[in-house]
């Protein structure tokens, strides 16, 4: 999989909805996106939670159902002949999950659980694991020697902003080389960055205007990879509409980025 994620001279790219809302909706954003990525070749994995476990409120969705939505991503990594990645939240998730993706997610504030950890590394699947958003990018180190330990060595951290206050989230970008020092990819999770949570009405808020700004920024450092949430319509998204980007705009966002990459390249 990692031979996969560096196999051009561009980023890499896990892109798609927050979470899997339908077949339809699923497969139209993965189409899209595999198109232009294939056009600027971008190494593409589709993004796409079955479930999200961590909200705001007992009234939020999290959901279609775990086995209808892994069936949707393995659909979607049929269809487009591209890997699949999703969040696991429990070591028994991890077996389950890991017979329909490619990529095992650990969200932030999980990226600590030792057990997690292990069990997802035990598949064979490649593990990605989020910085939680109150750790220093060094100690991270720290969960990337436990799947080390466990026998996989298939693995990224992701960077996605560290807290600041009670109710915003700050991109440390000195941290995206401090995390390649582990001899791993380092991926920019560009929306969850502007993430804005806490929010008193109970629905985390965002800063989408802000997208291209962190994009560039981390490209411009050296990631290795990009995480971008993108929906057909944010406004109407089951979750994190608040902050993900339009799904007609990522193309010439891609474009510009790529653009940006290759300048680097050249120096």
């Not at 949707?72 to 998730?93: W, Y």
């Not at 064979?124 to 220093?136: A, D, E, H, P, R």
Request: aromatic letters at 6%; one cysteine or more.
């Amino acid at each position: 999989m990692i031979d996969y994620l560096k196999s051009t001279s561009n980023f890499f790219l896990f892109a798609g909805p927050c979470v899997i809302e339908g077949e339809k909706m699923a497969l139209d954003i993965a189409e899209k996106v595999a198109a232009v990525t294939s056009e600027l070749k971008i190494p593409y994995v589709f993004k796409g939670s079955y479930r999200k476990a961590n909200r705001s409120r007992i009234d939020s969705f999290t959901g279609i159902g775990d086995i209808e939505a892994l069936k949707i991503l393995r659909k979607v990594k049929e269809t487009f002949g591209i890997p699949v990645v999703t969040d696991i939240h429990s070591c028994d998730e991890a077996a389950i999950a890991a017979e329909y993706v490619d990529v095992l997610q650990i969200p932030a504030f999980m990226c600590r659980q030792t057990d997690l950890l292990v069990a997802a590394a035990k598949t064979g699947k490649m593990v990605n694991i989020k910085k939680g958003q109150f750790l220093s990018p060094e100690a991270m180190a720290f969960a990337v020697q436990k799947v080390r330990d466990a026998g996989n060595s298939q693995l990224a951290i992701t960077e996605r902003g560290t807290t600041f206050g009670y109710q915003d989230l700050v991109v440390d970008y000195r941290g995206i080389p401090e995390m390649q020092k582990n001899g791993c990819p380092v991926i920019l999770d560009v929306t969850h960055s502007l993430q804005q949570p806490n929010q008193s009405k109970g629905v985390t808020g965002g800063r989408p205007d802000l997208i291209e700004t962190i994009a560039r920024a981390g490209i411009a450092v050296g990631a290795d990879g990009l995480f971008i949430e993108t929906h057909q319509n944010p406004a109407e998204a089951k979750s994190d509409g608040a902050n993900m980007l339009r799904l007609d705009l990522l193309p010439d966002l891609l474009r510009r980025l790529t653009l940006i990459r290759q300048t680097i390249n050249e120096f």
